[in-house]
């Protein structure tokens, strides 16, 4: 059984920081991209941060400069470093893991969420 299992979210002050982890287990296959998204009350999901196998990562205009995606293909993860974080962050973030079960056909399996709450 798949799972991407996620942690380190919570209420932070703006300003602050928070550093997301995202752990996959029961891929026997090497991942490709990982990433994560968000979506906040009322909003569209939308695109947070994608980082390739060989380290190429891309940013969402709006948190370009404060955050920043990392992995570690040993522990099969993926992080999210939060800093100076604004209430418009606000939103259940959704990490992401996508393999070539099939030849051709990546599949992309989703963690449960976790959720960034950022007061002002």
């Known amino acids: 059984q798949v799972q991407l299992v996620e942690s380190g979210g919570g209420l932070v002050q703006s300003g602050g920081s928070l550093r997301l982890s995202c752990v996959a287990s029961g891929i026997d296959l090497s991942i490709d991209i990982m990433g994560w998204y968000r979506q906040a009350l009322g909003k569209q999901r939308e695109m947070v941060a994608t980082?390739?196998?060989?380290?190429?990562?891309n940013y969402s205009d709006s948190v370009k400069g404060r955050f920043t995606i990392s992995r570690d293909d040993d522990k099969k993860a993926a992080y999210l470093q939060m800093a100076r974080l604004e209430p418009e962050d606000t939103a259940a973030y959704y990490c992401?893991?996508?393999?070539?079960?099939?030849?051709?056909?990546?599949?992309?399996?989703w963690g449960q969420g976790t959720q960034v709450t950022v007061s002002s």
């Open positions: 980082i390739t196998s060989g380290g190429r990562a």
């Open positions: 992401h893991a996508d393999a070539q079960i099939t030849p051709g056909r990546p599949v992309r399996f």
